[in-house]
């Protein structure tokens, strides 16, 4: 049994209870995952059966069906010098159903056939069976962005820059030799030039794997919905949709260094997993994608036994908190109790707590999450949305349908749920 293990192996696009697992690590041990970039990469890389290319998921010992997770992330350390980005369409004939899942060649109809890369754009991927260009995506307005040396600022470049670049794509996305994909650099886009941004490193995927066999960019609400009886070997029923996925990516910008994700386990031994890490993202995703990295990242694992879960748990930094749902402290709670003492009201001592919610839409998404937290914490929803209309907020994650729903929970709750004391901890709560 190892407290420690460096994970540098990759699946090809699925997860789920029959991919193979590394491990097992132990119970309180920690992991660290050199992840790949998402998104762009293995969307353009016609051999490759999921929108990620996430890490091999790792067994924890002890982690056991109905309990949690708790994944602790440590750090978040950006490898690449550059990345690229922007607004996809698919290549009418290069899919059937889904582009991300079912490729093929548009003109041998060749199912995810092997290619040949020939020079640089977004002709350059080939079918190596009848040389006809094989991505089902195009890129219809996107950009190239580099990063200065301590990964703390972004400035797109020019056209010129941009295919420079593209010959040396995976020197500059610090590609893992182990993978499969084709590095989006090699596009050269530049439709944005001089624009600068924040490198605020976040994690995409982050979890455990779905109890069933299905596309890690899909292990979702929003994505897994189009699985749903879909016309290729990865479909699913509805059942399968609303028992069985984790919800494992997320493209949430606060699951940052810091941050505690507490995930269901819904196989045995939990499959922790980690990829599709971005430099930076503001709320909703508005443009489908955003800069994916190649990342280092460090996580504490800690199963909380008997914790049965629906969806992820977010405890986020403090400062990613909406203002309401911020934890109190110690001169405001004694302001509180001043206040409480006056009207002879005991005051309820509470925490911030995150739930995920998923959905093909974001209407959806709110429902579930508020469903998902009236039977966690047994509350009504009625009661949940009282509670986050004035403690909270409902946040976008990433559109179409993952949102965040902060409320103040009462901590006699989460002492019934064992997590009272990561909850506190976390937060150097005041009681």
Not at 102 to 125: H, L, N, S
Not at 318 to 342: F, G, M, S, V
Request: glycine fraction near 10%.
């Amino acid at each position: 049994m190892s407290s420690e293990l460096y994970v540098d192996d990759y699946t090809n696009g699925i997860i789920g209870p029959h991919v193979k697992m590394l491990g097992p690590i132990a119970d309180g041990g920690r992991i660290t995952f050199l992840t790949a970039p998402g998104c762009w990469g293995p969307m353009i890389t016609p051999t490759l059966r999921g929108g990620h290319e996430v890490c091999t998921p790792v067994i924890v010992e002890n982690a056991d069906i109905g309990d949690a997770v708790a994944i602790h992330i440590e750090k978040i350390e950006v490898k690449s010098k550059a990345a690229s980005s922007g607004i996809d369409e698919s290549v009418e004939g290069a899919f059937i159903g889904d582009p991300y899942v079912a490729k093929r060649c548009p003109e041998c109809r060749e199912p995810w056939p092997e290619f040949k890369v020939e020079g640089i754009g977004q002709e350059a991927i080939k079918c190596k069976i009848c040389g006809v260009s094989a991505s089902p995506f195009k890129m219809v307005h996107g950009y190239t962005m580099v990063f200065d040396e301590n990964k703390k600022y972004g400035l797109t470049v020019d056209e010129k820059l941009a295919r420079e670049i593209a010959k040396k794509a995976h020197e500059y996305s610090a590609l893992p030799e182990k993978l499969m994909q084709v590095p989006i650099l090699v596009f050269g886009k530049a439709d944005i030039v001089g624009l600068a941004s924040r490198v605020r490193p976040f994690m995409g995927q982050l979890g455990t794997v779905p109890a069933v066999d299905i596309p890690d960019s899909h292990n979702a609400g929003d994505f897994g919905y189009f699985l749903i009886n879909a016309p290729h070997p990865y479909r699913i029923t509805q059942e399968q949709y609303e028992r069985d996925l984790t919800d494992g990516h997320l493209d949430v910008n606060s699951v940052r260094a810091g941050t505690i994700v507490i995930a269901p386990v819904k196989v045995k031994g939990a499959g922790v997993y980690a990829g599709d890490a971005h430099a930076m993202q503001g709320d909703g995703e508005v443009a489908g994608h955003t800069t994916d990295i190649t990342a280092e990242v460090g996580v504490k694992v800690e199963v909380i036994k008997g914790l049965s879960l629906e969806g992820p748990i977010l405890l986020p930094l403090e400062e990613d908190l909406p203002p309401l749902a911020k934890p109190w402290r110690k001169d405001e709670w004694d302001q509180i109790a001043n206040l409480a003492k006056k009207y002879g009201i005991e005051p309820e001592p509470v925490a911030p707590v995150q739930i995920i919610g998923s959905g093909p839409t974001i209407n959806d998404a709110a429902a579930n999450g508020f469903q998902r937290a009236a039977k966690l914490f047994n509350m009504s929803v009625e009661e949940v949305r009282n509670r986050v209309t004035v403690t909270g907020a409902v946040e976008i994650g990433r559109l179409p349908g993952i949102v965040q729903v902060s409320m103040q929970v009462p901590i006699s709750v989460l002492e019934e749920l064992g997590i009272a004391d990561i909850v506190v901890k976390h937060y150097k709560l005041p009681y």
